[in-house]
């Protein structure tokens, strides 16, 4: 799911490195949606997010990663369709590599309806209920994610996204105008490119 004010990230003095500075990424999402009269393909969706974490931590140590997105919308067109609304948004976000999840909470965000985050099968998985309706700004909650890092021979903690075709892990459902009549289309995406959001060196 992103332009925003500057996410507050504190650690202990004495282990961690400076933040380390994140520029805001533009996150692209290639989709596909299923009509009632076939798939539409091609389309994208894109958010802005700001991700901070530190530039390096020791072996077993306590820290947080911070996703901030920024205020966006949803287009009112989607190849040449009325776009309503979206709702049951669903994102699932690996957890980072070399740690171990701790806690996380949110914070901020509006006209989403109630964000739920929860931990399942080596995700967190954000479901936003919305309806959310088109060209009207919206928030997601900023994410403050609590981990613990490996040791560190197991190399760097990243946060990435994660999906290719066929393994989409975005899912929502968009109220769509046809040229007959409106309709549920249930939606996938995957990030193209999928990038590395943070990276952190154990040392």
């Known amino acids: 799911m992103l332009l925003s004010a500057t996410a507050t990230f504190v650690a202990p003095a004495s282990a961690a490195s400076p933040v380390a500075a994140e520029k805001p ?4 999402y290639q989709c596909q949606g299923q009509t009632p009269l076939g798939p539409v393909n091609g389309f994208a969706y894109q958010d802005i997010a700001r991700a ?3 530039a390096s931590v020791n072996a077993n140590q306590s820290f ?7 205020r966006n919308s949803i287009p009112l067109h989607i190849d040449h ?14 957890l980072p590599t070399n740690s171990t999840y701790l806690s996380h909470r949110l914070r901020d965000g509006y006209q989403t309806g109630p964000v739920k985050v929860s931990v399942s099968g080596g995700y967190l998985v ?18 403050i994610l609590n981990v613990q890092a490996g040791p560190a021979a197991n190399g760097p903690v990243k946060t990435t996204l994660d999906g290719s075709p066929g393994t989409s892990l975005l899912t929502f459902d968009a109220r769509v105008g046809g040229r007959i009549t409106t309709a549920n289309v249930p939606t996938s995406c995957y990030p193209n ?10 040392r």
């Open 52 to 54: 901070i974490a530190p």
């Open 25 to 28: 990424r533009i996150l692209t």
């Open 64 to 70: 947080s990663i911070v996703i901030e997105p920024a």
């Open 126 to 143: 954000f479901r936003v209920p919305g309806p959310i309706r088109a060209g009207i700004p919206f928030k997601l909650p900023t994410l």
């Open 81 to 94: 369709r009325r776009v309503y609304s979206v709702r049951n948004i669903e994102l699932k976000v690996p």
């Open 193 to 202: 490119p999928n990038q590395v959001l943070t990276s952190t060196v154990v």
